[in-house]
């Protein structure tokens, strides 16, 4: 590669420019990109291995990335001051990255590939991830890996019925929905959106819109490569190119896989089968080579042969594995209110995936604090997935969070925090754990959370249902609610849920190019007749949320104050505070946020909530405009002297309002523990602080 710089600009339509540079930095990696935009910048390395990688089937691409505390001007907190573990922000845009990139490698690539990202620069404007995205492409792109096209990946909201291309925190906060997509020139590859119950038809214009940017931002990295004397791509010494079977075998395979399929067996007995059948085909397999064959070679083949055997069986029959035909939605059984103790409860089983979901109620003191380079936000919801490994019938050590986990997590929250009324004084975490794991158990999450909502007494906007929908892009079968299998036979995963009005959460991820917008067009509609058809099912169990919390959740009541009326709360200090909570039984939080005072109480018992609430009431000094209050000298400084109205009640009243002549020092016309009258003049604009005036006196 050149070292001289080479660089391209991408002009968007708001007047904002992006510019991908490569040629001075990270020289020895196979590929490097120095992406701007605004004051945003990141570096994109990739390489990859000279040797594949024996023994797997699937291409070993890693990608990591990093949100450094130094392109904010800032230093790591804890004990460490260095970045260290991952944070959920930083995961979810590893997945994003993935899922974009994935579908263009070649199939028979096993080599290791790894892409590094570091955000040097932080523009609040301009958020990173997509920007990683177009860079990780670009490296890639400009490199000698086979890698067959270039990709992108955009950021895309709606304000005042305009769409705005990769936007900042600010007018995110300010759209009705957030969509990332993700493609190539001729096809759609990833999708992940937020919204505010927004219509399948607004969702597809907003698509359209996103991938006409996709191809602009593409064809940068056309001439960007353009300007680059790169090598021919490094030939791909595959483990293996072609079935390795002979006739025989593919006959056994064939109607052995016809008779499983036609039986209609669950999945454990499907699984038992197919298990038995490839140990045959193993062992067949090495009786009659001459040479040595790998059994991940014999397992890739007899994959590949069993999933286009099946896609054949079910274009010709209409039928899926389990037998339904293309748009039914397996048996639905939900359950809620059998946790005698917990704040919420649901159980959502459908077919065999299930999951159950647990609410907890909290106070303002649980919220979840994110402080990462981005973000800086308390969340007063949130959700936890945990997927057990029991739920599909498997060992495997627990070892923490994994990412897919904190995807699926992420999913189902997004899809069910804009249902949760702003006002509600209630902090919620839910935690979903699956039990039984058979396609789309996110989907199954999203379901179980709006009934354990519902179970707890949250008065939820509307109940939100989901469904997963796969297709098979070379007969166009789209495939409602469909099981693993399906996912990995088939081309795409579309996760989409909401309310009766609209779109609430949705992620795509497809294998293959293709899927265009009138196709996906048609999944919408059947993914919204499933989505109805059980929702219909979920309000069977409990039509609407209860009136009442549970009698071992907590009750909350909760106020504001303007600014200068916390003062006189304050003032009487933490033992008054003390004393309230120790003889009423609760627990009081105060917090000030833009010149309001927070005061928030929590109990078992609204007979004590209520005591408690008139005890702070009564602690609070409620001057009316106007009227004169008599109040005792504490301190005296050169320019304020400080009053005490009664116990704990102070405020400070400003040199400029004392009645006197001029003198040296206000020591000389005041004298601690006077006794005075000062008039009350309203509240101070600027500093949100009550005005006293002795001038009159």
């Known amino acids: 590669m050149s070292k001289k710089l080479i660089k391209e600009t991408i002009f968007l339509n708001d007047g904002k420019y992006i510019t991908l540079e490569t040629g001075q930095l990270a020289k020895q990696a196979d590929g490097s990109i120095l992406i701007r935009m605004g004051n945003t910048i990141l570096l994109a390395t990739v390489v990859i291995s000279k040797e594949e990688k024996e023994g797997v089937n699937f291409l070993p691409l890693t990608i990591d990335y990093r949100e450094k505390y130094s392109a904010i001007g800032k230093i790591p907190v804890g004990f460490l001051k260095r970045e260290v573990r991952h944070t959920d922000e930083e995961i979810m845009t590893m997945r994003l990255i993935d899922r974009v990139l994935r579908p263009i490698f070649p199939k028979d690539l096993y080599k290791d590939i790894q892409i590094l990202i570091s955000l040097l620069s932080y523009d609040q404007r301009i958020l990173p991830d997509v920007l990683a995205g177009l860079a990780s492409s670009s490296a890639l792109y400009i490199s000698e890996i086979p890698f067959k096209k270039p990709v992108s990946i955009v950021r895309i909201i709606r304000i005042n019925n305009s769409f705005i291309l990769n936007p900042g925190i600010e007018q995110l906060k300010k759209s009705n929905f957030e969509l990332l997509i993700g493609g190539s020139n001729r096809s759609i590859l990833m999708i992940e959106g937020e919204m505010k119950e927004i219509s399948e038809l607004e969702l597809i214009k907003a698509i359209k819109y996103a991938h006409k940017h996709i191809k602009y931002q593409i064809s940068a990295q056309q001439r960007l490569r353009k300007q680059i004397k790169i090598k021919p791509k490094k030939s791909i010494h595959s483990i293996q190119k072609q079935n390795i079977f002979n006739r025989k075998i593919i006959k056994l395979i064939t109607k052995r896989i016809k008779q499983i399929f036609l039986n209609s067996y669950s999945k454990l007995k499907r699984r038992e089968k197919l298990e038995n059948l490839f140990k045959k085909v193993t062992n067949q397999m090495h009786k009659c080579s001459e040479t040595i064959i790998l059994e991940n070679e014999i397992k890739t083949s007899y994959n590949e042969l069993k999933n286009k055997i099946i896609i054949d069986i079910m274009f010709k029959t209409s039928k899926r594995l389990d037998g339904r035909p293309f748009n039914k939605i397996r048996d639905i059984l939900c359950k809620v209110d059998f946790l005698p103790v917990v704040h919420g409860v649901a159980l959502f089983t459908r077919g065999d995936t299930q999951a159950l979901a647990t609410l907890t109620l909290g106070s303002s003191s649980d919220v979840k604090k994110i402080d ?123 996760k989409i849920a909401g309310t009766t009005l609209g779109i609430t959460a949705c992620q795509m991820d497809v294998k293959v190019e293709g899927l265009n917008t009138e196709l996906l067009a048609k999944i919408l509609v059947q993914a919204k007749l499933g989505r109805f058809f059980i929702l219909r099912k979920m309000l069977k169990t409990i039509q609407n949320p209860r009136q009442f919390i549970k009698p071992h959740a907590p009750k909350i009541s909760a106020f504001t104050l303007p600014k200068y009326l916390l003062s006189s709360v304050l003032g009487h200090g933490v033992q008054q505070i003390n004393e309230i909570q120790n003889e009423t039984n609760t627990s009081i939080f105060i917090d000030e946020t833009n010149n309001l005072g927070h005061i928030e109480i929590i109990g078992k018992k609204n007979e004590e909530i209520k005591k408690a609430g008139i005890l702070i009431k009564s602690m609070i000094f409620f001057p009316k ?73």
Do not use: W
């Open 625 to 697: 405009l106007g009227y004169i209050y008599k109040a005792t000298i504490k301190s005296i400084t050169d320019f304020f002297v400080f009053l005490e109205f009664s116990k704990g009640l102070e405020s400070i009243l400003h040199i400029s309002e004392i009645n006197c002549n001029k003198f040296d020092s206000l020591e000389y016309v005041l004298k601690i523990g006077d006794i005075i009258y000062v008039k009350y003049l309203g509240v101070d604009n600027k500093n949100g602080k009550m005005i006293f005036s002795n001038k009159y006196f």
């Open 372 to 494: 990462s380079v981005i973000e800086q936000d308390k969340q007063k919801f949130y959700l936890h997935y945990n997927f057990n490994p029991f739920s599909t019938g498997e060992i495997r050590i627990v070892r923490g969070i994994s990412r897919r986990e904190i995807g699926h997590g992420n999913l189902a929250q997004r899809a069910l925090k804009n249902i949760i009324p702003s006002n509600t004084p209630y902090t919620i975490r839910i935690v979903a754990d699956v039990l039984e794991s058979n396609g789309s158990s996110s989907m199954a999450t999203v379901c179980a959370s709006t009934l354990a909502l519902m179970d707890a007494g949250i008065p939820i906007i509307r109940p939100v249902s989901g469904i997963a929908v796969g297709l098979i892009i070379k007969q166009k079968l789209v495939l409602s609610d469909i099981l693993g299998e399906e996912d990995a036979l088939g081309d795409m995963d579309f």
